[in-house]
């Protein structure tokens, strides 16, 4: 089992950024997915194993963004221009094998996550 951990999570504004970290290994294929209070897992971002290719949700585009330093074993998350509908808790999950998806049922483990609160 690869050990993942969120963090970064917080209380923010709207219009505000926030910057979500997930420590894991570099052979991985990452995504990041999020529920809000209430309502299911949802697919957020992805970044592949070279970090080569990504892919967003369309109600993130152009505010959140993920990038990786697989010398530091890290992958973030940069949430900008923050909503209220962008409360959730936020996971990070990896992907043994094959290229970017957005169903969950692909990920292989999971972080505990990381709660992010937009005030209004």
């Known amino acids: 089992q690869v050990p993942l951990q969120e963090s970064g999570g917080g209380l923010v504004q709207a219009g505000g950024s926030l910057k979500l970290s997930c420590a894991t290994y570099?052979?991985?294929?990452v995504g990041w997915f999020r529920q809000a209070p209430g309502k299911g897992r949802e697919f957020v971002a992805a970044?592949?194993?070279?970090?080569?290719?990504?892919d967003y949700v369309d109600s993130v585009k152009g505010r959140f963004t993920v990038r990786r330093d697989n010398a530091a074993n890290m992958v973030y998350l940069q949430l900008n221009s923050l909503r209220p509908e962008d409360t959730a808790d936020y996971y990070c999950?990896?992907?043994?094998?094959?290229?970017?998806?957005?169903?969950?049922?692909?990920?292989?483990?999971w972080g505990q996550g990381t709660q992010v609160t937009v005030s209004s």
């Open positions: 999950a990896t992907k043994l094998w094959g290229a970017i998806t957005r169903s969950e049922t692909d990920y292989d483990a």
């Open positions: 970044i592949s194993y070279t970090g080569g290719t990504t």
């Open positions: 570099s052979s991985y294929t």
